[in-house]
Protein backbone atom coordinates (compact mmCIF):
# COMPACT_ATOMS: atom_id res chain seq x y z
CA UNK A 1 0.00 0.00 0.00
CA UNK A 2 2.72 1.88 1.00
CA UNK A 3 4.57 1.95 -2.36
CA UNK A 4 1.96 2.46 -4.61
CA UNK A 5 0.75 5.42 -2.72
CA UNK A 6 4.58 6.37 -3.26
CA UNK A 7 3.87 5.78 -6.99
CA UNK A 8 0.81 7.86 -6.81
CA UNK A 9 2.58 11.08 -5.83
CA UNK A 10 5.56 10.65 -8.19
CA UNK A 11 3.18 10.70 -10.77
CA UNK A 12 1.37 13.73 -9.80
CA UNK A 13 4.33 15.74 -8.80
CA UNK A 14 5.69 14.35 -12.66
CA UNK A 15 2.17 15.72 -14.46
CA UNK A 16 2.49 18.80 -12.39
CA UNK A 17 6.44 20.04 -13.32
CA UNK A 18 6.14 18.39 -17.05
CA UNK A 19 5.88 20.88 -19.59
CA UNK A 20 3.33 20.99 -22.68
CA UNK A 21 4.36 21.89 -26.32
CA UNK A 22 3.17 24.77 -27.32
CA UNK A 23 3.22 25.07 -30.78
CA UNK A 24 0.58 26.38 -32.68
CA UNK A 25 -1.69 29.72 -32.99
CA UNK A 26 -5.39 29.44 -32.55
CA UNK A 27 -7.77 31.74 -32.56
CA UNK A 28 -11.97 31.09 -31.37
CA UNK A 29 -14.39 32.16 -28.80
CA UNK A 30 -14.58 32.26 -25.13
CA UNK A 31 -18.23 31.31 -23.33
CA UNK A 32 -18.74 32.66 -19.70
CA UNK A 33 -20.95 35.94 -18.62
CA UNK A 34 -19.85 37.08 -21.59
CA UNK A 35 -18.88 36.49 -25.30
CA UNK A 36 -14.92 37.15 -25.97
CA UNK A 37 -13.09 36.70 -29.40
CA UNK A 38 -9.97 35.04 -28.45
CA UNK A 39 -6.55 34.12 -29.78
CA UNK A 40 -3.58 32.39 -28.17
CA UNK A 41 -0.03 32.89 -29.25
CA UNK A 42 2.68 30.88 -28.42
CA UNK A 43 5.83 32.66 -26.57
CA UNK A 44 8.17 29.20 -26.43
CA UNK A 45 7.96 25.65 -25.86
CA UNK A 46 5.55 25.84 -22.71
CA UNK A 47 4.37 29.90 -22.64
CA UNK A 48 1.69 31.52 -24.88
CA UNK A 49 -0.32 35.26 -24.61
CA UNK A 50 -3.71 34.76 -24.23
CA UNK A 51 -5.78 38.15 -25.53
CA UNK A 52 -8.97 38.32 -25.48
CA UNK A 53 -11.73 41.20 -26.85
CA UNK A 54 -15.10 40.51 -25.68
CA UNK A 55 -18.36 42.01 -24.49
CA UNK A 56 -20.80 41.22 -20.83
CA UNK A 57 -22.27 44.60 -20.19
CA UNK A 58 -19.75 46.66 -21.75
CA UNK A 59 -16.10 46.07 -23.90
CA UNK A 60 -13.44 44.43 -22.47
CA UNK A 61 -10.05 43.28 -23.62
CA UNK A 62 -7.71 40.98 -21.59
CA UNK A 63 -4.51 39.93 -21.79
CA UNK A 64 -2.50 36.87 -19.76
CA UNK A 65 0.46 35.38 -19.91
CA UNK A 66 0.48 31.46 -19.59
CA UNK A 67 2.69 28.44 -18.35
CA UNK A 68 1.31 25.33 -19.88
CA UNK A 69 1.56 22.47 -18.40
CA UNK A 70 1.04 18.74 -20.08
CA UNK A 71 -0.86 15.83 -18.70
CA UNK A 72 -0.58 13.83 -21.13
CA UNK A 73 -0.02 10.86 -18.25
CA UNK A 74 -3.97 11.33 -18.28
CA UNK A 75 -4.90 11.34 -21.87
CA UNK A 76 -3.17 12.54 -25.04
CA UNK A 77 -3.84 15.99 -25.45
CA UNK A 78 -4.65 16.99 -21.98
CA UNK A 79 -2.58 20.07 -20.97
CA UNK A 80 -3.64 22.56 -17.75
CA UNK A 81 -1.87 26.03 -18.01
CA UNK A 82 -1.96 29.03 -15.41
CA UNK A 83 -1.51 32.79 -15.87
CA UNK A 84 -1.66 36.43 -14.93
CA UNK A 85 -2.17 39.41 -16.75
CA UNK A 86 -4.10 42.81 -17.20
CA UNK A 87 -7.94 43.80 -18.12
CA UNK A 88 -8.81 47.02 -19.61
CA UNK A 89 -13.03 47.25 -19.55
CA UNK A 90 -14.98 50.52 -20.73
CA UNK A 91 -19.01 50.07 -19.02
CA UNK A 92 -20.32 52.64 -16.66
CA UNK A 93 -16.45 54.09 -16.64
CA UNK A 94 -13.19 52.96 -17.68
CA UNK A 95 -11.63 50.26 -15.66
CA UNK A 96 -7.93 49.00 -15.42
CA UNK A 97 -7.19 45.30 -13.43
CA UNK A 98 -4.88 42.56 -12.45
CA UNK A 99 -6.09 38.89 -13.47
CA UNK A 100 -4.94 35.11 -13.16
CA UNK A 101 -5.84 32.77 -14.82
CA UNK A 102 -5.99 28.91 -14.66
CA UNK A 103 -7.91 25.99 -16.76
CA UNK A 104 -7.50 22.87 -18.64
CA UNK A 105 -7.24 22.17 -22.19
CA UNK A 106 -7.90 19.09 -24.97
CA UNK A 107 -6.38 19.41 -28.14
CA UNK A 108 -8.49 17.36 -30.65
CA UNK A 109 -6.99 14.93 -33.12
CA UNK A 110 -8.97 16.02 -36.22
CA UNK A 111 -6.34 16.43 -39.19
CA UNK A 112 -9.46 18.08 -41.19
CA UNK A 113 -10.18 20.15 -38.03
CA UNK A 114 -7.62 21.14 -36.22
CA UNK A 115 -9.31 22.37 -32.30
CA UNK A 116 -8.72 23.21 -29.09
CA UNK A 117 -11.49 23.35 -25.76
CA UNK A 118 -10.82 24.89 -22.71
CA UNK A 119 -12.09 25.24 -19.68
CA UNK A 120 -10.97 27.94 -17.59
CA UNK A 121 -11.17 30.57 -14.58
CA UNK A 122 -10.28 34.25 -14.65
CA UNK A 123 -10.97 35.97 -11.21
CA UNK A 124 -9.33 39.96 -11.13
CA UNK A 125 -8.94 42.77 -9.54
CA UNK A 126 -10.40 46.12 -11.35
CA UNK A 127 -9.72 49.87 -10.55
CA UNK A 128 -12.56 51.69 -11.83
CA UNK A 129 -12.94 55.47 -12.52
CA UNK A 130 -13.36 57.40 -10.38
CA UNK A 131 -12.06 55.79 -7.37
CA UNK A 132 -13.48 52.60 -6.21
CA UNK A 133 -11.73 48.96 -6.30
CA UNK A 134 -13.96 46.21 -7.57
CA UNK A 135 -12.79 42.33 -7.44
CA UNK A 136 -14.23 40.68 -10.20
CA UNK A 137 -14.73 36.35 -8.57
CA UNK A 138 -14.64 35.68 -12.22
CA UNK A 139 -16.88 32.88 -14.21
CA UNK A 140 -15.61 29.23 -15.62
CA UNK A 141 -15.19 29.95 -19.29
CA UNK A 142 -15.56 27.17 -22.11
CA UNK A 143 -13.51 28.43 -25.54
CA UNK A 144 -13.51 26.42 -29.21
CA UNK A 145 -10.60 27.44 -30.59
CA UNK A 146 -9.23 27.09 -34.45
CA UNK A 147 -5.57 26.16 -34.16
CA UNK A 148 -3.19 27.24 -37.20
Known sequence: MKKMFLMAILMVGF????????????????????????????????????????????FYAHGVYHWVKDLSSVT????WYFGGGAGLGLAAGLSVGVVGQVGVE???????LPLVASLD?????????????????????????YKF
Open 15 to 58: AAVATAQVDSKSIGLRFGTGIEASYWHPMGDANRIEADLGWAGG
Open 76 to 79: DGLN
Open 106 to 112: YNFKLKE
Open 121 to 145: YRPGLYFINPLPVWLKGGDACLSIR
